[in-house]
């Protein structure tokens, strides 16, 4: 029998985690809650969660030092963030820092909870079966270990990052939409679409072009979406 996914919920708002905690519950989802950020990133570090709700207002250890202290350790597992309703810089700050997704409070039930499930379905995508490696503007992928290097530095992406870079090699060149993109890497709907794609594609030209002002390789298609261009690609 499949054990079932294990959630890490770090929550200082005891009525909101037990809402959380009791949907999910019913869902088929292990539980685990942290009131506040330290507590929070020892579970986080000794429990080995499948997947980490993180209000970003926490006592003890705010959300950011957590989510930093995480993806400074090297763990790779999902991490949606909570955030306030219209605090721009946090959600920006979070992404930036290796979150995955974020919702912001107030929020739906059920898309807080779709998105957990398209985080914990999605995986990232690789062009073709077997070991690969790309290379362009001195960058290189390797699909088997997924690892990406710049200069022969090694270049740590987040997860949906190295997914969201890989739809877009798989692609050839062609133009991926917003919508598309959403789909593939975050499993979600046109309906739930919001800036996260554009702040993950920010992202990786910070960390794989030369001049992330005037990106050479990930190109943005005016009211299209974005491609890569394959020009630059050696196999």
């Given at each position: 029998?499949?054990s079932?996914?294990?959630?890490?919920?770090?929550?200082?708002?005891?009525?909101?985690?037990?809402?959380l905690?009791?949907?999910?519950?019913v869902?088929?989802?292990?539980?685990?809650?942290?009131k506040?950020?330290?507590?929070?990133?020892?579970?986080?570090?000794?429990?080995?969660?499948?997947?980490v709700?993180?209000?970003?207002?926490?006592?003890?250890?705010?959300?950011?030092?957590?989510?930093?202290?995480?993806?400074?350790?090297?763990?790779?597992?999902?991490?949606?963030?909570?955030?306030?309703?219209?605090?721009?810089?946090?959600?920006?700050?979070?992404?930036?820092?290796?979150?995955?997704?974020?919702?912001?409070?107030?929020?739906?039930?059920?898309?807080?909870?779709?998105?957990?499930?398209?985080?914990?379905?999605?995986?990232?995508?690789?062009?073709?079966a077997?070991?690969?490696?790309?290379r362009?503007?001195?960058?290189?992928?390797h699909?088997?270990?997924?690892?990406?290097?710049?200069?022969?530095?090694?270049?740590?992406?987040?997860?949906?990052?190295?997914?969201?870079?890989?739809?877009?090699?798989?692609?050839?060149?062609?133009?991926?939409?917003?919508?598309?993109?959403?789909?593939?890497?975050?499993?979600?709907s046109?309906?739930?679409?919001?800036?996260?794609?554009?702040?993950?594609?920010?992202?990786?030209?910070?960390?794989?072009?030369?001049?992330?002002?005037?990106?050479?390789?990930?190109?943005?298609?005016?009211k299209?979406?974005?491609?890569?261009?394959?020009?630059?690609?050696?196999?």
């Open positions: 029998m499949t079932p996914e294990r959630i890490l919920i770090i929550e200082d708002n005891e009525d909101l985690a037990f809402g905690r009791t949907n999910l519950e869902q088929g989802y292990e539980v685990l809650l942290a506040d950020g330290a507590a929070g990133l020892n579970l986080a570090q000794t429990d080995l969660p499948s997947l709700v993180l209000d970003l207002m926490l006592p003890k250890v705010n959300g950011i030092d957590v989510l930093r202290k995480l993806r400074a350790s090297g763990a790779t597992i999902p991490i949606l963030i909570l955030t306030a309703k219209g605090n721009e810089v946090d959600k920006v700050l979070g992404l930036r820092l290796g979150a995955d997704d974020y919702v912001t409070k107030p929020f739906g039930l059920m898309e807080l909870m779709a998105r957990i499930e398209a985080l914990l379905r999605r995986t990232p995508t690789t062009p073709g077997g070991a690969t490696v790309y362009f503007g001195g960058v290189e992928i699909t088997e270990s997924q690892a990406v290097s710049r200069g022969g530095a090694t270049v740590l992406l987040t997860p949906k990052e190295y997914g969201l870079l890989m739809a877009l090699v798989s692609r050839n060149g062609a133009v991926a939409s917003r919508i598309e993109l959403m789909r593939e890497v975050w499993g979600h046109s309906a739930v679409i919001s800036r996260t794609v554009d702040t993950h594609i920010a992202e990786l030209r910070r960390k794989l072009e030369r001049d992330p002002a005037r990106p050479r390789y990930i190109m943005t298609v005016r299209s979406g974005y491609r890569l261009d394959m020009r630059a690609i050696t196999y």
